[in-house]
């Protein structure tokens, strides 16, 4: 397995392309995102029934797509049938879900890198882990980095894929407190994090930086200029953007 721990983030990573400019998790936003500057991007992958690495946010079709239902209920075949970008242009489109090998050629081919989101449905998260592996733990011409949520997703790609680059990602301590958070990654030898941008503040990103963590930070909404430019000041390394048009020139 070739990915190294050695990784050093750019200031900006496009979320899920850029969600705000094209139609979300499609190589027309992923085009979009390196045609404006930006190196790396973001997007979610889970698998379909077939067990094929796709690229969808959510557990079911219908926000997306013209299509209903939970992904994993259906072939590849049938999913790229599916219109996935009339929900954003509010007209019929022959934008299409991209599977992640696609994405991942593209990449190869603008020169860019990849934050890969494992975001299986319930119950399925071993095997698209292990799905996505197979597809890019031997892969040397594009930087990976995998992130999760999901806690068994991350133990199992920690277990599964230890030389990978890898980030618990975190919404609120709610459920798992600061200590607990650092524990987490300092237990299963990750090299990276991501917090809310609500839950941030100097203090926090000193913390975790003495365990040697690069901190990534993602918002709701796009993140603003100022609001980048304080989270810099503070220590964080990579922010999630959904519209980096305000940002490029100050940090591409």
Same mark, same amino acid.
């Given at each position: 397995? %070739?990915?190294?721990?050695?990784?050093?983030?750019?200031?900006?990573?496009?979320?899920?392309?850029?969600?705000?400019?094209?139609?979300?998790? %499609?190589?027309?936003?992923?085009?979009?995102?390196?045609? $404006?500057?930006?190196?790396?991007?973001?997007?979610?992958?889970?698998?379909?029934?077939?067990?094929?690495?796709?690229?969808?946010?959510?557990?079911?079709?219908?926000? %997306?797509?013209?299509?209903?239902? $939970?992904?994993?209920?259906?072939?590849?075949?049938?999913?790229?049938?599916?219109?996935?970008?009339?929900?954003?242009? #509010?007209?019929?489109?022959?934008?299409?879900?991209?599977?992640?090998?696609?994405?991942?050629?593209?990449?190869?081919?603008? #020169?860019?890198?990849?934050?890969?989101?494992?975001?299986?449905?319930?119950?399925? =998260?071993?095997?698209?882990?292990?799905?996505?592996?197979? @597809?890019?733990?031997?892969?040397?011409?594009?930087?990976?980095?995998?992130?999760?949520?999901?806690?068994?997703?991350?133990?199992?790609?920690?277990?599964?894929?230890?030389?990978?680059?890898?980030?618990?990602? $975190?919404?609120?301590?709610?459920?798992?407190?600061?200590?607990?958070?650092?524990?987490?990654?300092? #237990?299963?030898?990750?090299?990276?994090?991501?917090?809310?941008?609500? %839950?941030?503040?100097?203090?926090?990103?000193?913390?975790?930086? =003495?365990?040697?963590? $690069?901190?990534?930070?993602?918002? =709701?909404?796009? *993140?603003?200029?100022?609001?980048?430019?304080?989270?810099?000041?503070?220590?964080?390394?990579?922010?999630? *953007?959904?519209?980096?048009?305000? @940002?490029?020139?100050?940090?591409?």
């Amino acid at each position: 397995m %070739t990915q190294k721990k050695k990784i050093k983030l750019p200031k900006l990573i496009g979320h899920r392309g850029v969600k705000n400019l094209c139609p979300e998790n %499609t190589l027309e936003s992923i085009n979009k995102a390196f045609d $404006l500057g930006l190196s790396y991007i973001e997007v979610d992958v889970k698998v379909s029934k077939d067990e094929i690495p796709i690229l969808l946010h959510d557990d079911t079709l219908d926000r %997306t797509t013209n299509g209903n239902g $939970l992904v994993v209920n259906f072939n590849y075949e049938d999913l790229i049938k599916l219109d996935a970008g009339g929900f954003f242009y #509010n007209k019929k489109t022959d934008i299409f879900i991209p599977k992640l090998v696609d994405v991942l050629k593209l990449c190869k081919i603008r #020169n860019g890198n990849i934050n890969i989101e494992l975001k299986p449905n319930m119950g399925f =998260e071993k095997i698209n882990v292990r799905k996505i592996i197979e @597809l890019t733990k031997e892969i040397e011409d594009v930087e990976i980095f995998y992130s999760t949520f999901d806690i068994k997703s991350f133990i199992e790609i920690s277990n599964f894929f230890m030389n990978s680059n890898r980030s618990f990602l $975190l919404d609120s301590f709610d459920e798992y407190s600061l200590v607990d958070f650092i524990s987490i990654s300092e #237990n299963y030898n990750a090299n990276i994090c991501g917090l809310n941008i609500e %839950t941030i503040s100097k203090e926090i990103i000193e913390k975790i930086k =003495e365990k040697n963590l $690069l901190v990534t930070v993602f918002s =709701e909404n796009n *993140i603003s200029l100022i609001d980048a430019k304080e989270c810099f000041n503070i220590g964080v390394d990579s922010i999630f *953007i959904d519209d980096p048009s305000e @940002l490029v020139d100050n940090y591409i």
